[in-house]
Nanobody
Framework: QVQLVESGGGLVQPGGSLRLSCAAS????????MGWYRQAPGKERELVAD???????NYADSVKGRFTISRDNTKNTVYLQMNSLKPEDTAVYYC????????????????WGQGTQVTVSS
């Protein structure tokens, strides 16, 4: 079975930095697009950034110039470097990935991590 595990969340002061990681494991044939979403209390889940298998990236306007998404295909891992953090960045951050698993007929499916809390506060 395929799973995504996030790490790197925590409490940081405004202006600080955090680096989130999300590692995919299991019977993976191919890892396609990966991304990060976030959900703040009382709000809908929103896209933060995503990255294709060819390393093309896309960012929400609210994080452009502050966040950087990257991936290491040798480790099946996607990263989110977050700089100049603001209180409004506080949310649970989820990674997602489109994965072709060896089980189930080699069909692409979307997987989600369990989420990691990021709190920006003084």
């Amino acid at each position: 079975q395929v799973q995504l595990v996030e790490s790197g969340g925590g409490l940081v002061q405004p202006g600080g930095s955090l680096r989130l990681s999300c590692a995919a494991s299991g019977s993976i044939y191919r890892l396609n697009a990966m991304g990060w979403y976030r959900q703040a209390p009382g709000k809908e889940r929103e896209l933060v950034a995503d990255i294709t298998s060819g390393d093309s990236t896309n960012y929400a306007d609210s994080v452009k110039g502050r966040f950087t998404i990257s991936r290491d295909n040798t480790k099946n891992t996607v990263y989110l470097q977050m700089n100049s953090l603001k209180p409004e960045d506080t949310a649970v951050y989820y990674c997602d990935a489109n994965i072709i698993a060896r089980a189930g007929g080699f069909r692409e499916a979307r997987y989600w991590g369990q989420g990691t809390q990021v709190t920006v506060s003084s």
